[in-house]
């Protein structure tokens, strides 16, 4: 077997290993973690949902 026959055995072997890791973490994860660790924070810093807490903070201080 040549070096590029062996290099391309590593590469798949390497890619494999990387792909089973892959699923296993995706498996995983859900089971360990809650859905609010979960969450996209991108999701949390949504434009209407900051300038609706800001006006309800804002109409809140006042009396």
Not at 2 to 15: C, D, R
Not at 25 to 33: A, E
Not at 38 to 55: F, K, W, Y
């Amino acid at each position: 077997m040549s070096l590029v026959g062996i290099a391309e055995l590593v590469a798949w072997s390497l890619s494999a290993v990387i792909a089973g890791w892959l699923l296993v973490d995706v498996i995983r994860v859900p089971r360990h973690h809650g859905e609010e660790a979960l969450v996209n924070p991108g999701e949390s810093m949504d434009p209407i949902t900051v300038e609706r807490s800001d006006q309800a903070a804002v109409e809140g201080s006042h009396p």
